[in-house]
């Protein structure tokens, strides 16, 4: 079993930036790959971004491409998303999730997940 539990969400103006901190326990962090997505009420969760076991491949939405950085510490034992230039379809419920050794961004891929934090962009 991997235990995940994300922060670092809030109220933040749109524009603004943030970092989502998402701290895993219970296996070996560097064996599994993690990935962040996003659920807006009434609609589907949403893959934002991943990043490998090793942190040498990342991927992203096309919704986050270029305004935002997913990295992992294997020392902490914490995968973190960075969002700049945050917009009011940013506003989300933001999970982090784990599988085994290979990033994807198919959600039903994923194994782990965490409980989420809301995210609230404001104008």
């Known amino acids: 079993q991997v235990q995940l539990v994300e922060s670092g969400g809030g109220l933040v103006q749109a524009g603004g930036s943030l970092r989502l901190s998402c701290a895993a326990s219970?296996?070996?962090?560097?064996?599994?790959?993690m990935g962040w997505f996003r659920q807006s009420p009434g609609k589907e969760r949403e893959f934002v971004a991943a990043?490998?076991?090793?942190?040498?491949?990342?991927y992203y939405a096309d919704a986050v491409k270029g305004r935002s950085t997913i990295s992992r510490d294997s020392g902490k034992n914490t995968v973190y998303l960075e969002i700049n230039s945050l917009k009011l379809e940013d506003t989300a419920v933001y999970y982090c999730?784990?599988?085994?050794?290979?990033?994807?961004?198919?959600?039903?891929?994923?194994?782990?997940w965490g409980q989420g934090t809301q995210v609230t962009v404001s104008s």
């Open positions: 219970g296996r070996t962090f560097s064996n599994y790959a």
């Open positions: 999730a784990a599988r085994f050794r290979l990033a994807v961004t198919r959600i039903g891929e994923y194994d782990y």
């Open positions: 990043i490998s076991w090793s942190g040498a491949t990342t």
